[in-house]
């Protein structure tokens, strides 16, 4: 437990500050205990016990039963030494005589502590001499303090604390005459028989109090030794995130920025939602709570307790496939480049991708198209082909480092994802995500999640204010939200919010992720086994769990949107913000209030062509399309100028591997695909 020079005995204060109790103590953000946890297995002990804090009889009756003449000797007891020398001259076992200095020196220094519970006139002779040392530098009370903190009682308790709380389920304070007999009776022979505790409590009761019988002290003793030792943790309130938070810090008694009445009230919304929807085979959870300023935990609970399969599992911090509430970094890093912005226009239509399995066609959630839409709508109602479409205008590698920033860990490279990324194909944990939407309740800026009090965060800039309060206002439009959800659902606060939903493939998980003006929300759904849900989206699963912990958490306090940043514009027609600079963007054309986006149309990305050997030499053609045209663009094969794009080309195809770029009059990139000639 302690190393400490051999030379020299360690000062009580460097003993008290090495003390390491068996269990953590965390506290919630009102001084609370809310958890303890055990980090050493060696033994159990609980926080230092002062001398004051246990009763006078106890100190009394160790003195008696242990040193007698401690308060007059300066380490040593000369008679009884000469007695135990004596002894181990003659061969008999050297054993007694050792004062509570000589028995405290001995957990200090290794060479003294005895083989085969006996010690050699050696071992004896240099306990003596870190005895005489110890008392020339510490008090007696200092002593007797750290001896009742560090000596065994019974197995692994080490302590009067420990010894107290296992055996007699209580404080040292609160101890008994007859409990404390029975303690003292345990120092001298930790793991003796029941029968020789009784004997020896009885023997010493009666020495300090000649009229007493010892029937009381031997029904104290077989109570606490017959039961079962069952060291009582208690309590335990955030179990999960304990590991996390003492894995952050050295302290024994931690103090968090975790409010136990919000601990407790999510904890139940949480069980009740999850216990509704047992028939529908949704059997956990994982709720996180962050203040949106300072990145504090206000709650963690990391899966439904008495509903888990998997109650020692973290499933805050597991992975799993992120849905839809990828969607909105998508659209902000087209917002950040400039490729989009709220009012342009989306194709919702079929599409089919070709990849090595073959060709990808994705579909909506509800398995329909409409046409034509702005990313507003698509956002808002979480379409997935428009989603594709605008992953496409990215470069998907940047895009995933992008990811990175915000947060996300152990991401695949692009190619592993390809254009389904845009609808959540990569894991993700909770933690990550709600940290990431916290980013954009703030304005664009990141910084980690802590869970200390008065930490500085260190904010990192990801979006402009611009491009994060496009999003926001996005997802707290119920207008936006209406084309896929209706007007009414459990996304629409009476105060503002702005919320995301995602269900992964096969409803095997589904999330809701919002933030209002104070506080940012994550919630998961669905099963730790990877087993499917029946029937649950994240409207229905995660969100309701999501509206309750707001309506929770602003039952006294309000949320505004915040003022729209310089540089925005409001576009009345459109009911939405644009940055003013993108109304003379050259890369996007409007005409009576429409917004256009340019991109390739044919060939699609990744597409792979053969050659006809039975086709005479400049008689294949490739076709090359657009979705819009116009003279200011121009087509570049592999980085060389091949043509204005003012309407289709046809382009005699060599064996090779080609990038296709469309160029505004600027130079700059507005569309481009790989394709391959085989």
Known sequence: MFAYSLSAVPSYAEVKKNYKPSDVTILASNGEIIQKLRIISKYRSEQWLNYDEAPSFYWDTVLYAEDRDFYHHTG???????????????GSPIRGASTISMQLVSFFDEEIKPSQYKRSVFQKIKQIQRAVELEETWTKKEILEAYTNLVYFRGELRGLSAASKALFLKHPSALSQNEVYVLVSLIRSPQAPIQKVMERACRLKKELDQTADCESVNLTTKEALFRNLDYVQFPSYIPHAAKKIVSLTPDDVIQTTISLPLQLGVEEILYRNVLGLKEKNVNDGAVLVLDNKTGSVLAYVGNVKNLSLVPYIDLILTKRQAG????????????????????????????????????????????????????????????????IRALSFLDINYFVNSMKTLGFSNLQYAEFYGPSLALGTADVSLWEL????????????????????????????????TVSYMVSYILSDREARSLGFGWDNFLSTTYYSSVKTGTSQDMRDNWCIGYSEHYTVGVWIGNPTGDPML??????????????????LHENKTSFLKTPPPGLIWLESKRSYVEMDSLNNEKQIYGKDKHTIVRIVSPTNKSIYALDPDIPNGKQKI????????????FHLNGKFLANAKEPFFWAPIKGDYRLQILDSHGNL????????R
């Open 670 to 677: 507005v569309s481009e695909v790989l394709f391959e000639v």
């Open 623 to 634: 076709l090359f399309t657009l979705s819009s045209y116009s003279d200011t663009y121009t």
């Open 434 to 465: 709600t940290n990431a939407y916290r980013t954009l309740a703030n304005d664009g800026r990141f910084s980690n999640v802590n869970f200390f009090p008065n930490q500085i965060p260190e904010w990192k800039h990801i979006y402009r204010p």
């Open 324 to 387: 839809s509430t990828l969607k909105p970094f998508v659209y902000a890093q087209n917002f950040e480049e400039k490729k989009l912005t709220p009012v342009s226009l989306l194709s919702d239509s079929p599409i089919g991708i070709p990849d090595y399995q073959g060709t990808y066609r994705p579909l909506n959630y509800d398995k329909t198209y409409r046409g034509e839409v702005t990313v507003k709508e698509s956002l808002g109602s979480s379409l997935n082909i428009p989603a």
């Open 535 to 552: 029937d649950v989206s994240g409207i229905t699963g995660a969100a309701p769990v999501w509206r309750e912990t707001m309506d929770l």
């Open 76 to 90: 040593v007891d000369s008679i009884a030494l000469l007695k135990s020398l004596w002894k181990g001259m003659t």
